[in-house]
């Protein structure tokens, strides 16, 4: 099993991305929706889908935190725009994949299998 934490603001993208990923016989999807609630809920993860712009901080920023305390965790993170900077930021920061809202729902099973080893 893949327990996957979506860290995402905005309820109604979150809940139905989380219900989308609950549909997938081999993830677990827990969900958090600002930094703080995503640092409790880094220990035993195994893929963190993240967004960057967050109501208390940079998504970028948790990536080194759960690198330090869960090291074989995955990163993808969900950006808004790819002509912005984030995207480069965020791989540079550590993350495996970057991915477009936008594209979320239609290549999310895939990014997440392939950087989360899931079968």
Known sequence: MTRVLLVEDHA????????????HPQMEVDQ???LGEARQKLRGIDVVVLDIVLPDGDGIDLIS????????????VL???PDSANPD????????????????PFRIFDEIERIGGVN
């Open 12 to 23: 109604l993208f979150r809940e139905a991305l989380a219900s989308l990923l609950a549909h």
């Open 32 to 34: 958090a929706g600002t």
């Open 65 to 76: 935190e759960l690198r330090a305390c869960n090291s074989g965790a995955s990163v993808l």
């Open 79 to 81: 950006s808004a725009s």
């Open 89 to 104: 930021r965020a791989l540079k920061a550590g993350a495996d994949a970057v991915l477009e809202k936008v594209e979320a």
